[in-house]
């Protein structure tokens, strides 16, 4: 069994940062890549970035210049550092991660985590 739990979401005023971190851990075999996603009620689950196994990165539009996702492989953990945060970033942040499991290191399956809630608001 594998899990996924994030941490670090708030209340925040805009222009504030927050940090949010995730943490996987369970019968993980290799992680091919970790990634943030966010949903704000009534959208569709947005992409925010990405960090691969081998430290490439992606980003969302929207938070490019803004956020930055890092990586500690060792910790099985990512992050996401929310700089200059808007109103319009309000939303549930979902922690993803494709990797493989212990009985099976030959596929590779896509968990996600339950949310945090960021809310920008003054």
């Known amino acids: 069994q594998v899990q996924l739990v994030e941490s670090g979401g708030d209340l925040v005023q805009p222009g504030g940062s927050l940090r949010l971190s995730c943490i996987a851990s369970g019968s993980i075999g290799s992680i091919l890549a970790m990634a943030w996603y966010r949903q704000a009620p009534g959208q569709q689950r947005e992409f925010i970035a990405q960090v691969t196994s081998d430290g490439r990165l992606n980003y969302g539009d929207s938070v490019k210049g803004r956020f930055t996702i890092s990586r500690d492989n060792a910790k099985n953990s990512v992050y996401l550092q929310m700089n200059s945060l808007k109103p319009e970033d309000t939303a549930v942040y979902y922690c993803?991660?494709?990797?493989?499991?212990?009985?099976?290191?030959?596929?590779?399956?896509?968990?996600w985590g339950q949310g945090t809630q960021v809310t920008v608001s003054s």
């Open positions: 993803n991660a494709v990797l493989s499991v212990l009985t099976n290191k030959n596929r590779w399956y896509t968990y």
